[in-house]
C-alpha cells in the first residue's frame, strides 16, 4: 500500500524554525519527485518547493525562498523541509506529495503544483504564532 505519512509540525513563535519529515512507504521515491505544499484557512493549497528524484533540482516559491530548505534522503526513504525564520502567514496544514511524472521532475513554478502530483499525505498542522 502506498502511503506517505508527515510529521513535524506543531506550534512554534515568529522567528522559529521547524523541520518537516516525509516518510514513504509500499515504494521506493528513489524515481519520484517530492513536492511539499500548503493550505491555509480559505485559501487554495499552493506549491511551497519541489525537489527532482536526483536531487539535482530545486524549486522554491517566493514566499519561502531563503527561508525554507527542501531536502531528501531515498536511503531512508525520506523527505523534508527545513523551515527558517517562519512567519505568521506560513501557518497552514503542510502536505508531503510525489509523482513520477517526468514534467513534475523538471521542477518549477509551473510543475510544482498539485495537479502534478499521485500521492498525498495526511498533512501535518504547523503554527506561528506568539
Known amino acids: 500500500q502506498v502511503q506517505l505519512v508527515e510529521s513535524g509540525g506543531g506550534l512554534v513563535q515568529p522567528g522559529g524554525s521547524l523541520r518537516l519529515s516525509c516518510v514513504a512507504s509500499?515504494?521506493?521515491?528513489?524515481?519520484?519527485?517530492i513536492g511539499w505544499f500548503r493550505q491555509a484557512p480559505g485559501k487554495e493549497r499552493e506549491g511551497v518547493s519541489c525537489?527532482?528524484?536526483?536531487?539535482?533540482?530545486?524549486y522554491y516559491s517566493d514566499s519561502v525562498k531563503g527561508r525554507f530548505t527542501i531536502s531528501r534522503d531515498n536511503a531512508k526513504n525520506m523527505g523534508y523541509l527545513e523551515m527558517n525564520s517562519l512567519e505568521p502567514e506560513d501557518t497552514a496544514v503542510y502536505y508531503c506529495?510525489?509523482?513520477?511524472?517526468?514534467?513534475?521532475?523538471?521542477?518549477?513554478?509551473?510543475?510544482?503544483?498539485?495537479?502534478?502530483?499521485?500521492?498525498w499525505g495526511q498533512g501535518t498542522l504547523v503554527t506561528v504564532s506568539a
Open positions: 509500499g515504494f521506493s521515491l528513489d524515481y519520484y519527485t
Open positions: 525537489i527532482s528524484s536526483s536531487y539535482s533540482n530545486t
Open positions: 506529495a510525489t509523482t513520477t511524472s517526468g514534467w513534475a521532475d523538471e521542477v518549477s513554478e509551473t510543475t510544482c503544483v498539485e495537479s502534478f502530483y499521485a500521492y
